[in-house]
């Protein structure tokens, strides 16, 4: 008979956030589908969208991060998270700057690549929230696809530089 300590807390279910996290990859794809078209929406072409959306994303990414070590002065990696947070949003502001060409969004997607294998090392609250990781995770390497693909439309298209 197993006693009280040997089983684990129970999952929370996040339908919330993962409904949230899945429809966040919806800009990408609309990113993709512009540029995809040569076409615009309010001027702006599907490559800069997309970027700019990448850039807030992975800003706010950088900012859990922050917000973590704000609220957890007992953090024991308090002073790494932020200053991963601002590295984070310094790559996101430098793939924007950067987004006329496929350097830019290749740097997006080792920003986003690189936060995704930083949570695996930080795994916070795994067994409670394993439910919303699993998401992340499938989320975060949905959307490195996207970046993937958009360079590749970029090359393609003759806009990659």
Same mark, same amino acid.
């Given at each position: ?22 429809? $966040? ?12 078209? $040569? ?22 990414? $950088? ?13 024991? &990696? &308090? ?33 986003? $690549? ?12 795994? &067994? &409670? ?33």
């Amino acid at each position: 008979m197993k006693d009280s300590l040997d089983t684990p807390p129970p999952t929370e279910p996040t339908p919330l956030f993962d409904g949230l996290a899945y429809a $966040g990859v919806l800009p990408f794809v609309l990113g993709l589908w512009l540029q995809w078209r $040569g076409d615009a929406i309010f001027g702006i072409e599907g490559h800069f969208l997309f970027a700019a959306y990448s850039a807030c994303i992975l800003s706010f990414l $950088g900012g859990i991060w922050w917000a973590g070590a704000l609220n957890r002065p007992d953090h024991p &990696r &308090r002073l790494s998270l932020v200053l991963q947070s601002n590295g984070v949003a310094l790559v996101a502001w430098l793939g924007l700057l950067l987004a006329s060409s496929a350097w830019g969004l290749v740097l997006l997607a080792f920003g986003f $690549g690189y936060v995704r294998w930083e949570e695996a090392r930080l795994n916070p609250n795994a &067994r &409670r929230l394993r439910n919303y990781f699993r998401t992340r995770s499938r989320v975060s390497y949905l959307v490195i696809f996207c970046h993937l693909l958009m360079v590749l439309l970029l090359v393609w298209q003759g806009g990659g530089d």
